[in-house]
């Protein structure tokens, strides 16, 4: 009886390594093929965005993840205007059409849960790069393949899950450009916002660290959730929890609709907005952990019924935080949560690095605006204009100094 149960112990060990070697290879096919230069940066409007989203569709179809997006299709398109160089003499608008990429997992529930993520990227860094230099392909390797690799390994796994709730998954296209594809969703969807339970949203979750720090914003947003992440044991996961249910991703756009939000991150790094984010630095292992500790939150949230939205700021506030006039021109540093906003990295010829700032900086103070967190700069970022002189209060190695940036 014992040999018996030895080899059943055994082929349970050999069929679960070989599920996470196949999970695991899935993830690499994915984060590879669409940080591949075959899709051109996957840029809002462009056949690389539209190559991208065939493939998304096709996952889709493989996995029985029935379509819902326009005319019985998984695609729904959206039009959009894009303002470059908004603070030049000359302003040139760029319009075109977006693609978001929804498909429908039917459990005969009362209520359906969102996961998203955007796929779109920046193509060969016309706006919104990082880059010096000739233009080149932004693969987005890490912002957003990771996202939505998780999206489609949670898809996988959901399919054969009993659940009190119905799943719509989401590659949104347009985040880059200003949450376009969210924002569209939020006033046309497919599924109404009050039989929306909540929404999960994967940004950049591709650079688990050695501390495996996973920020996870919008923790604000239900009482529901500090509950369910006492109820995951995962010991592979440290997190950073954030209450804010704004941030610069497109969680954000169901906030403002009272859908309860989270948003997975696992941090800036300086290859943001470079043609160097791909998919050969990519934590393909983490990711995988990220999807397992997601699936796990979303089982123990199956048992909670709908969860209650509460709000963590005016909806003044989270309007002015989704689009700025101005840029200081630092990396922020997402994981830093002791107080004011931590500078990671300097992007050349920006405000900050004329006013003498540095990596390592900790801003506190912007004119009158006490900087408490990342969230408050970036309400505070709303409120100043091009042109305009603000003074800084910084804190560096220990020490507050005075610091006056132009914008």
Not at 66 to 84: I, N, R, V
Not at 110 to 123: F, R
């Amino acid at each position: 009886m014992r040999i018996v149960l030895f080899i059943l112990s055994l082929f349970c060990i050999q069929t679960a390594f070989s599920q996470f070697n196949k999970s695991l290879h899935q993830i690499e096919v994915d984060v590879v093929y669409l940080a591949s230069d075959y899709l051109e940066g996957r840029e809002t409007g462009t056949k690389g965005e539209k190559r991208a989203a065939d493939y998304i569709a096709n996952r889709f179809a493989v996995l029985g993840i029935a379509p819902m997006g326009d005319d019985s299709t998984y695609f729904q398109d959206f039009p959009f205007e894009e303002k470059l160089n908004p603070s030049a003499d000359e302003v040139i608008t760029k319009t075109g059409i977006g693609k978001n990429v929804i498909g429908y997992l039917d459990k005969g529930a009362a209520t359906t849960v969102i996961i998203g993520g955007h796929y779109d990227h920046l193509g060969y860094g016309e706006s919104g790069s990082r880059h010096v230099g000739e233009p080149a392909i932004h693969n987005g390797a890490d912002d957003n393949a990771s996202g939505i690799a998780a999206l489609l390994n949670l898809a996988e796994r959901l399919v054969n899950m009993p659940s009190k709730n119905n799943f719509l998954f989401i590659a949104f296209s347009g985040e880059e450009k200003g949450l376009f594809g969210s924002k569209y969703y939020v006033e046309h969807p497919v599924i109404a916002h009050e039989s929306t339970n909540y929404m999960l949203n994967m940004d950049m979750i591709g650079r688990l660290d050695e501390e495996n720090t996973l920020i996870i914003n919008g923790t604000g947003t239900s009482k529901a959730w500090k509950n369910a992440f006492w109820n995951i044991r995962r010991d592979a996961i440290k997190t950073n929890l954030m209450e804010s249910g704004v941030g610069p991703s497109d969680h954000t756009s169901f906030y403002l609709k009272d859908v309860p939000v989270l948003h997975f991150f696992t941090g800036a790094h300086t290859d943001y907005h470079k043609p160097i984010d791909d998919s050969h630095l990519v934590n393909m292992e983490g990711i995988l952990t990220i999807s397992d500790y997601i699936y796990d939150l979303i089982v123990v949230l199956d048992r909670d019924g709908k969860l209650v939205f509460q709000e963590t700021e005016t909806k003044q506030e989270s309007k002015r935080a989704s689009r700025f006039k101005v840029t200081l021109g630092v990396m922020p540093d997402y994981v830093y949560a002791d107080g004011g906003m931590k500078i990671d990295g300097i992007i050349a010829d920006r405000p900050a690095e004329a006013a003498g700032l540095e990596a390592g900086d900790i801003v506190l103070k912007m004119d009158d605006v006490e900087i408490k967190d990342i969230y408050v700069y970036m309400d505070a970022l709303g409120k100043f204009e091009p042109g305009q002189k603000v003074k800084l209060v910084v804190l560096r190695k220990g020490k507050k100094i005075k610091k006056e940036v132009q914008f």
